[in-house]
Each structure stands twice: as C-alpha cells, then as structure tokens.
C-alpha cells in the first residue's frame, strides 16, 4: 500500500528535476546546454586505443600504440577526459551521483553500436576490496549493468584486483605502468575460454589498466576483448 501511495503521490505532484551538472530545471538528468559542450572523439581514430589522430599524422596507428603492443584487440572511447565529460566522471565517482553513469552507458552503447562490437559477456574492470568499501561502488560495475542490459549480455565480474593501487591520473607513463603490474588475477569461479570480451571502465588514458586486466583474460583463455571506456585521454 505504501507504494501504491507514494506512486499515487507522485503523479499528483511529480517531483522537480535538475541537471546533475548545472542544476538547472530539466526533465533529463543531464540538460541539453551541458550535454552540448562535451567533447566527443569525433576525428579519425586511432584503430588499436581509439584516441582522436591529429589531421597531419598520416597513420592509423598511433606511435604510443606501435610501442605498447596491447593484448586487447582494440579500444573505443565516447569523448575526452577534460571539460564536462570529466566532471560527469568525477561527480559519478566522487560525489557518488550513480545516476550519471547510466549517461555514460548511453554513450558508450552508440560506440558500440557503430563499431558493431560483438561480445559474449561484459567483464567490468574491478575496483580493490579497500576502495570499493570507501566509495560504496564499483562505477565500471554499474556501466556494465547498464550496457548488459541494452545489449542482452551477461555481466561477469571475473577479475579480481589483489593490489591497492594509487589513483593513476597524477603518475607519470613510467609509474602508471608498475603501479598497475600483476595488480590482477581471474576469479575461478568463471570460464572466460573463447569468450570474446567486452571490458569496460571508466577512462582510458595510458591503458595501462585495461592491459594488465587483458592480460589476466588472456591467459585465462579469453578470446577476442574489445574495451570500451566512457572518455580518454588525447594523443599527442
């Protein structure tokens, strides 16, 4: 009854919505101004990282690629990691907004759609048992619901973060790079042999991240995996 009361309610005096970033009045989570000024990778990619190319660089593999020699097939990114997209990402991480990462979900499912990414299971990028106990989520987690849904997959949380890492966004390539060595193991519990695999997280900057975690799969038998983030960093 309390619920049939409280939608009842509802009808009769709807309650008033705001832009989780302006806090404008709207009926979206996200207003069309705000939604308007985030920079989407809208350039020639490049085909392994899937970061924007600069018009003069004349190939499609770009030179941090041809030097990392990534385990995972390729990587895909909705906009870059600065302006309103980031603070989309701090507020759903930070501030908890866990809305906003059905927003980013949106956006990541009209690169999946575009690309025609073909997965078997969503494996979120896992958060350390110390972290996940501060924020309260996983925010990978909670994209890969949304994603999991859209495209009728299961989602398997089958990696494990055995190492409390350091926030990565203020290390340097070097630092980033050990601070996420053999920070990751698969969870036995799942059969990832032949899977292909779609991994998601949050930003990819170095790939560093995704790379150890498409390690682990790898060697646990994993077949093809496709990352796709909501933002990531630029080329230079």
């Known amino acids: ?19 989780l970033l302006c806090g404008s009045r709207d009926s979206r989570l996200l207003c069309k101004n705000c939604a308007s000024t985030i920079e989407f990778i809208q350039e020639r990619k490049c ?9 003069e660089y004349d190939e499609n593999i770009c ?31 930070y501030e908890g907004k866990k809305e906003i990462a059905k927003i980013l979900a949106d956006y990541m499912f009209d690169i999946v759609r575009k690309e025609n990414l ?3 299971i969503i494996v979120p990028v896992p958060l350390h048992k110390n972290k996940l106990e501060m924020r309260g989520f996983n ?18 949380p089958s990696l494990i973060r055995t190492k409390d890492t350091k926030a990565q966004y ?36 170095t790939g560093n991240t995704v790379e150890e975690c498409s390690k682990v799969l790898k060697k646990s038998g994993a077949a093809d995996i496709y990352v796709v983030t909501a933002a990531s960093g630029i080329n230079t």
């Open 118 to 120: 073909k997965a078997d």
């Open 139 to 156: 925010q990978s987690n909670i994209m890969g619901q949304h994603l999991s849904k859209y495209m009728n997959l299961p989602i398997w």
């Open 170 to 205: 203020n290390l340097d390539k070097f630092v980033r790079k050990l601070n996420v060595s053999n920070a990751f193991s698969m969870d036995l519990l799942y059969n990832v042999i032949n899977k292909r695999i779609l991994l998601v997280d949050d930003v990819f900057t």
């Open 1 to 19: 009854m309390t619920e049939l009361y409280s939608a009842f309610i509802n009808c009769l005096y709807p309650k008033k919505k705001y832009c």
């Open 47 to 55: 085909l392994k990282c899937g970061k924007g190319l600069l018009d």
């Open 63 to 93: 030179i941090d690629c041809k030097v990392s020699n990534f385990t995972f097939h390729s990587a895909y990114s909705s906009f870059y990691y600065r302006g309103t997209g980031k603070k989309l990402i701090h507020k759903l991480k």
